[in-house]
Every structure is written in structure tokens, then in C-alpha cells.
């Protein structure tokens, strides 16, 4: 649990997609989407039928969170993109949650269970390793779409 709760609290790099979407699509008071109403699971799988699959993070930036995302993209081609910052509202959680919930299912059957974990473990590693990410990204780029 403590895992999954830092997973969601390190990651962030994408903006917000900004297709339409079932539900509200009302603005939130700093005009940000509203998530009320949106089905998270509903539009995984529609991203993973599409061929673009992502994780949906918020929460606070950390020294491997570019490491953790990179890693995404390179070996398991899942984009990751930043639905928040530290300020969330329960219907962004819950939207984000069954997302990332199919997005893991999906994820874990064709790479191996722990197969987040395993990419938190090496980010983390990466991190303290390379404090300046640059020469590493430069020989692991996301593949193509």
C-alpha cells in the first residue's frame, strides 16, 4: 500500500490530454477538467485499444520521477501524464485510480506482475546514479508509435 501511495505521490511529467470526455466536462475553479462523471476504466481501455496507453499521476515531483517515466515509455509504452499537482479533489482520485487500475492489469499481464515496482526500483536506482538525466535519456528513447 505504502508503494502504490508513493507511486501516485512521485510521479508527474505529461499535461493533461484535453479531449472531450464523457461526463462533466466543466472547468474547475484554476480551469482545470472537472472529473465528475468520467469513467476511468471505460477510457483505459479505450487508450489501450487506441495504442496509448498512460499512467495518471499527481502529487509531488521527485529526482526519479523523470527516470520512472522514461523508463515507461522505453520498455513498456505507457506514457505517463500529470492529471494534478498536490491538489485533488475526490472525483479526480477516484477517475485516476480506475485508470491506472486496468492501465496496471493491462501492464502486468504482458510484462509480469510488480513490473511498476520493479521500474520504481530502477528509476530510483538511476536517480542517484545520474543526477542529471540527459546522457541517459539520450540512449533510451520511448519507442515509436
Same mark, same amino acid.
Given at each position: 500500500?505504502?508503494?502504490?501511495i508513493?507511486?501516485?505521490?512521485?510521479?508527474?511529467?505529461?499535461? =493533461? &490530454?484535453?479531449?472531450?470526455?464523457?461526463?462533466?466536462?466543466?472547468? $474547475? @475553479?484554476y480551469?482545470? @477538467? &472537472?472529473?465528475?462523471?468520467?469513467d476511468?476504466?471505460? *477510457?483505459?481501455?479505450?487508450?489501450?485499444?487506441?495504442?496509448? @496507453?498512460?499512467?495518471?499521476? !499527481?502529487?509531488l515531483l521527485?529526482? &526519479?520521477?523523470?527516470f !520512472?517515466?522514461?523508463?515507461?515509455?522505453?520498455?513498456? $509504452?505507457i506514457? /505517463? /501524464?500529470? =492529471?494534478?499537482?498536490?491538489?485533488?479533489?475526490?472525483?479526480?482520485?477516484?477517475?485516476?485510480?480506475?485508470?491506472?487500475?486496468? =492501465?496496471? %492489469?493491462?501492464? %502486468?499481464?504482458?510484462f509480469?506482475? $510488480? =513490473?511498476? %515496482?520493479?521500474?520504481?526500483?530502477?528509476?530510483? /536506482?538511476? &536517480?542517484?546514479?545520474?543526477?542529471?538525466? *540527459?546522457?541517459?535519456a539520450? /540512449?533510451?528513447?520511448? @519507442?515509436?508509435?
Amino acid at each position: 500500500m505504502r508503494l502504490k501511495i508513493s507511486l501516485l505521490g512521485l510521479l508527474a511529467l505529461v499535461t =493533461i &490530454s484535453g479531449y472531450a470526455h464523457a461526463g462533466d466536462t466543466s472547468l $474547475g @475553479p484554476y480551469g482545470e @477538467p &472537472s472529473y465528475k462523471g468520467r469513467d476511468g476504466a471505460a *477510457e483505459a481501455r479505450k487508450d489501450i485499444t487506441d495504442g496509448c @496507453p498512460k499512467l495518471k499521476v !499527481y502529487g509531488l515531483l521527485t529526482g &526519479s520521477t523523470d527516470f !520512472y517515466a522514461g523508463l515507461l515509455a522505453s520498455k513498456l $509504452g505507457i506514457h /505517463q /501524464q500529470t =492529471i494534478a499537482g498536490c491538489v485533488v479533489t475526490s472525483d479526480l482520485t477516484k477517475y485516476a485510480d480506475a485508470y491506472n487500475k486496468v =492501465i496496471t %492489469e493491462y501492464a %502486468e499481464k504482458k510484462f509480469g506482475k $510488480g =513490473i511498476f %515496482e520493479k521500474l520504481m526500483t530502477e528509476a530510483n /536506482q538511476l &536517480s542517484l546514479k545520474y543526477p542529471s538525466m *540527459e546522457k541517459w535519456a539520450d /540512449q533510451h528513447k520511448p @519507442p515509436d508509435s
